[in-house]
Nanobody, 125 residues
Framework: VQLQASGGGLVQAGGSLRLSCASS????????IGWFRQAPGKERAFVAA????????YYADSVRGRFTISRDNAKNTVYLQMNNLKPEDTAVYYC???????????????????WGQGTLVTVSS
């Protein structure tokens, strides 16, 4: 499966952005889709994920309550709605697909085999 992330940009603190991850094939029923981010000088970190079944969502503590992940099966697209953005959310955001990835493995970059290119999110203070 091929992924393409989009929707990044420059926003002021407190603002919102919606990232999109478009896939080349239907992912529901097979692939868990995760969002990760990498800030300059830091390791890539888990942000959010939606399970291959579509029934479970996962969030990093730092974004829970502000970010929402959702899946539009008809469009083969997963969205990451980001509200109340903070300067520390500044990073390159990546989406990834993991075949039948579930449970605690959902949070690990090693559980995902397919990665899209990143999209840069910059939050100004």
């Amino acid at each position: 499966v091929q992924l393409q992330a989009s929707g990044g940009g420059l926003v002021q603190a407190g603002g919102s952005l919606r990232l999109s991850c478009a896939s080349s094939e239907q992912t529901v029923g097979v692939y868990t889709i995760g969002w990760f981010r990498q800030a300059p000088g830091k390791e890539r970190a888990f942000v959010a994920a939606i399970s291959w079944s579509g029934g479970n969502t996962y969030y990093a503590d730092s974004v829970r309550g502000r970010f929402t992940i959702s899946r539009d099966n008809a469009k083969n697209t997963v969205y990451l709605q980001m509200n109340n953005l903070k300067p520390e959310d500044t990073a390159v955001y990546y989406c990834a697909a993991g075949r039948y990835t579930a449970g605690r493995y959902t949070l690990s970059t090693g559980s995902y085999d397919n990665w899209g290119q990143g999209t840069l999110v910059t939050v100004s203070s």
